[in-house]
């Protein structure tokens, strides 16, 4: 494998972990289990999902509805 390749499918396993990280947040807001105190509003839309190149921990980025 070369080293583009290589890159490229890391590349393409964070996009793939990001969105399912950001498809879980969202159904966690729906169904309640999380707030956000900051905000009055209960309803939010994940916009974004940046993942670490460990794929342990990700910065969520949320906006109130």
């Known amino acids: 494998m ?8 890391t590349n393409h396993r964070h996009l793939r972990v990001g ?14 289990e999380a707030k956000i105190p900051a905000f009055n509003t209960k309803m939010f839309t994940v916009t974004e ?14 906006i109130p509805l």
């Open 49 to 62: 999902v940046k993942m670490s190149s460990d794929l342990k921990s990700a910065r969520a980025y949320v």
């Open 19 to 32: 969105e399912l990280v950001k498809q879980n947040l969202g159904q966690i807001f729906i169904r309640n």
């Open 2 to 9: 070369s080293k583009n390749s290589i890159e490229g499918y």
